[in-house]
């Protein structure tokens, strides 16, 4: 079965400080991952996605998230944060029998304090 | 590019009416959508996969006779949620994957509320 993990339900950090949101997942074959943030009332946005290549990923509003094989980790990760960065964040990973399905974690809000 | 709309943002309804949430593709045209369901503070959950076409496929547990799908278009996809009642109020989200695409990337609309008095 492929699942992903999101240890923490929330994420403090202060303005201009690095964020870390984890995720580590669950799969039996080379993962499709993918990072989503979610903003009040609204649906997903794509951040960024690790299909194969080098294991740091770069992605939309300065985000990266590094894919590390040995520790089944996909963090997401932000060298200086922003308030508006606030938001949900979902990691997700793509079914391996069904390419269509993504399995989402269950969120980390982060809240970035000015 | 690559924008989804969902019609209506919200809607409050009452117990035993049905609602017909809409999910549009904009700029592309989608094979596939898809569409989920957010509780508060937990993730989403696919309810089915809609292809262009041809009839849903419903995910276990979804009610296909509660939640009836059609893909009538490669633009559109609408959600029915029929005899509504209070414990079908959620974050209702439908995705859209375009034609063609290489890596299953999905693209997400804004969502639809409903609210069943």
């Known amino acids: 079965a492929q699942s992903v993990a999101q240890p923490e339900d929330q994420v403090n950090v202060a303005e201009g400080n690095p964020l870390t949101v984890k995720c580590t997942y669950s799969?039996?074959?080379?993962?499709?991952l993918f990072w989503y943030v979610q903003y009040p009332n609204r649906g997903l946005q794509f951040l960024l996605k690790?299909?194969?290549?080098?294991?740091l990923v770069k992605g939309s509003y300065g985000f990266e998230a590094e894919f590390n094989k040995s520790q089944t980790s996909f963090h997401l990760k932000k060298p200086s944060a922003l308030v508006s960065d606030s938001a949900l964040y979902f990691c997700?990973?793509?079914?391996?029998?069904?390419?269509?399905?993504?399995?989402f974690g269950s969120g980390t809000k982060l809240n970035v304090k000015p | 590019g690559a924008v989804v709309s969902q019609h209506p943002s919200w809607v409050i309804c009452k117990s035993g009416t049905s609602v017909k949430i809409e999910c549009r593709s904009l700029?592309?045209?989608?094979?596939?959508m898809f569409w989920y369901r957010q509780f508060p503070k937990q993730s989403l959950m696919l309810m089915a996969t809609?292809?262009?076409?041809?009839?849903?496929?419903?995910e276990q547990g979804v009610e296909k006779d509660k939640f009836l799908i059609n893909h009538a278009s490669l633009t559109l996809s609408t959600l029915t949620v029929t005899s509504a009642h209070p414990e079908d109020s959620s974050f209702y989200i439908c995705?859209?994957?375009?034609?063609?695409?290489?890596?299953?990337?999905?693209?997400f609309g804004p969502g639809t509320r409903l609210t069943v008095l």
């Open positions: 997700a990973v793509r079914s391996l029998y069904n390419f269509n399905k993504f399995y």
């Open positions: 690790y299909i194969t290549g080098d294991n």
């Open positions: 809609s292809n262009e076409g041809s009839k849903a496929t419903y």
């Open positions: 799969v039996s074959g080379n993962p499709y």
């Open positions: 700029d592309f045209q989608a094979t596939t």
């Open positions: 995705s859209a994957k375009r034609a063609g695409a290489t890596y299953n990337e999905q693209f």
